[in-house]
Nanobody, 123 residues
Framework: QVQLVESGGGLVQAGGSLRLSCAAS????????MGWFRRAPGKERDLVAS????????YLADSVKGRFTISRDNAKNTVYLQMNNLKPEDTAVYYC????????????????WGQGTQVTVSS
């Protein structure tokens, strides 16, 4: 069973940057499509970014295009979410998720989840 562990969250001022990392256990990481979701207080969990098993294509939500970048290093079993020009509305718990399936843009497409890491952006 693959386990996902997120790191890199924290408190940052608006306009600042953070890089989230998600380390996966196991030897099948290169076959996984990886996603980053977030849940803001009182809201549903939404897909922020995802990246296919081969490193591309990628998906970015409209709200983060031009500010966030998703990448992966299959040699390190790690996926990253670089977040620049952060805004208070980016405040949420960020979750790493993984799927072996062909569908990759919905929450229900992902069977493997990390515990989440808090990102707080102050104004």
């Amino acid at each position: 069973q693959v386990q996902l562990v997120e790191s890199g969250g924290g408190l940052v001022q608006a306009g600042g940057s953070l890089r989230l990392s998600c380390a996966a256990s196991g030897r099948t990481f290169s076959r996984l499509t990886m996603g980053w979701f977030r849940r803001a207080p009182g809201k549903e969990r939404d897909l922020v970014a995802s990246i296919r098993w081969g490193g591309g294509p990628t998906y970015l939500a409209d709200s983060v295009k031009g500010r966030f970048t998703i990448s992966r290093d299959n040699a390190k079993n790690t996926v990253y979410l670089q977040m620049n020009n952060l805004k208070p509305e980016d405040t949420a718990v960020y979750y790493c998720a993984a799927t072996y399936g062909s569908s990759w843009l919905g929450e229900r497409d992902y069977a493997l989840w990390g515990q989440g890491t808090q990102v707080t952006v102050s104004s």
